[in-house]
């Protein structure tokens, strides 16, 4: 069974840029694919970016394509999100999660484990 822990959330300004980061361990890192999800107030969890359990072929929400890049390293069991020309409407809380075998879904309930999630704030 993976753990999972993210960090890296912070307050920003506009147009800034953010790294975030998430560590797995308990479990063999290889085996699952890996994404982000985030959930803002009042608004429901919804899918950022994911990756699948090679590395290949990441997939973005439609609106995060090119400023959102999720990679993952398999030296160091970490998967991360560098998210680039935040806007204010990208706070939220930042969630990991992490499910067996090779497809990414974009589906919460798809994912079997769940990090704690770090609150990334873009205010000025």
């Known amino acids: 069974q993976v753990q999972l822990v993210e960090s890296g959330g912070e307050l920003v300004q506009p147009g800034g840029r953010l790294t975030l980061s998430c560590a797995a361990s308990?479990?063999?890192?290889?085996?699952?694919?890996m994404a982000w999800f985030r959930q803002a107030p009042g608004k429901e969890r919804e899918f950022v970016a994911a990756?699948?359990?090679?590395?290949?072929?990441?997939y973005y929400q439609g609106s995060l394509k090119g400023r959102f890049i999720i990679a993952r390293d398999s030296a160091t069991n970490t998967v991360n999100l560098q998210m680039d020309s935040l806007r204010p409407e990208d706070t939220a809380v930042y969630y990991c999660a992490a499910t067996p075998g090779h497809a990414a879904s974009v589906v919460v309930t798809d994912y079997n484990y769940w990090g704690q999630g770090t609150q990334v704030t873009v205010s000025s």
């Open positions: 308990g479990g063999a890192f290889g085996l699952y694919a």
């Open positions: 990756i699948t359990l090679k590395g290949g072929a990441p």
